[in-house]
C-alpha cells in the first residue's frame, strides 16, 4: 500500500513547494484515471518586480518560468516512477503541455486537480491561486490508477470584489466573473485574446510564450 504522506514529504525534500491529493472523476482528460498528484513549486518574487514595474515581460522571467517547469517535470517523473515500481498505473502531466487538439488549451487541466486538493482557489485572472503563495506558482500533475482525498480542509477564500488583474491584462482577456467548478473557460478568461497578445506584444520574449502581468500584479 503506497503511503502517500512518506511520498509528500520526499517530494516538498526534493524542491516541491506543495503536495496535494484529489479525484479526478469527472474530468474528461483523465480518462481512466481516478487520482492524481498535484505538484506544486512557487516562483521567485523576484522576477515579478520588473514585470510588475514595466507591465511587461522579462527575459529574466521567461527563464525561470522554463527552468521552474524543468524542475516540476523532474519532480513528477520521480513521483511517477515510484509509483509504479509499487505497482500503480500512472501517467505524468507535464508542467507545461499543450492539447493536440486545441492550441489554446492544456494537455490536462492541472487548475482543477489543485483546486480538488483544497490548496487553493481559481482566481478571476483563470489561474490556480495557492492559500499561502498566491498566484505565483506553476503546477504538474501525476494521474494514478487509485482514488485520492485531500486530506485537508478547504477555505473559505476568494477573489472577492478585487478586479486587478481584470484591470490589468493588456489583453483584455479577463472577464472578471467568478470560478465555479462545470463552468465554461470563456466565463472567466478568453484564451485566444491571451495567447495572440503574447504572440504579438512579445515575440522577442520565447516566441511569445509568456506574460505574467495578472501573476505580478495580484495581490
Avoid: W
Avoid at 506543495?18 to 479525484?23: I, L, N
Avoid at 510588475?52 to 513521483?79: C, G, I, M, W
Avoid at 483544497?118 to 482514488?147: C, P, W
Amino acid at each position: 500500500m503506497t503511503d502517500y504522506k512518506k511520498l509528500k514529504e520526499i517530494l516538498i525534500e526534493k524542491g516541491a513547494s506543495f503536495v496535494g491529493f484529489s479525484s479526478v472523476k469527472g474530468i474528461p482528460e483523465a480518462g481512466d484515471y481516478s487520482g492524481a498528484i498535484t505538484i506544486g513549486i512557487k516562483l521567485l518574487d523576484s522576477y515579478f518586480e520588473e514585470v510588475k514595474k514595466d507591465s511587461a515581460p522579462t527575459y529574466e522571467y521567461f527563464h525561470h518560468y522554463r527552468t521552474v517547469n524543468f524542475a516540476l517535470d523532474q519532480l513528477a517523473l520521480f513521483a511517477s516512477l515510484r509509483l509504479e515500481k509499487e505497482g500503480h498505473k500512472v501517467k505524468m502531466i507535464p508542467a507545461s503541455q499543450s492539447s493536440v487538439t486545441d492550441p489554446y488549451k492544456g494537455a490536462f487541466p492541472h487548475k482543477t486537480a489543485a483546486y480538488r486538493s483544497n490548496n487553493g482557489f481559481i482566481g478571476k485572472n483563470a489561474l490556480f491561486i495557492h492559500y499561502d503563495y498566491g498566484s505565483k506558482v506553476r503546477l504538474a500533475t501525476v494521474l494514478v490508477d487509485e482514488e485520492l482525498t485531500p486530506g485537508v480542509e478547504k477555505r473559505n477564500i476568494s477573489c472577492g470584489k478585487c478586479r486587478i488583474c481584470v484591470d490589468a491584462c493588456p489583453a483584455q482577456a479577463i472577464t472578471g466573473n467568478d470560478f465555479y467548478e462545470g463552468c465554461e473557460r470563456s466565463h472567466i478568461f478568453d484564451a485566444k485574446k491571451c495567447s495572440d497578445h503574447m504572440k504579438n506584444a512579445y515575440k522577442h520574449i520565447g516566441r511569445g510564450s509568456v506574460c505574467g502581468i495578472c501573476i505580478a500584479k495580484c495581490p
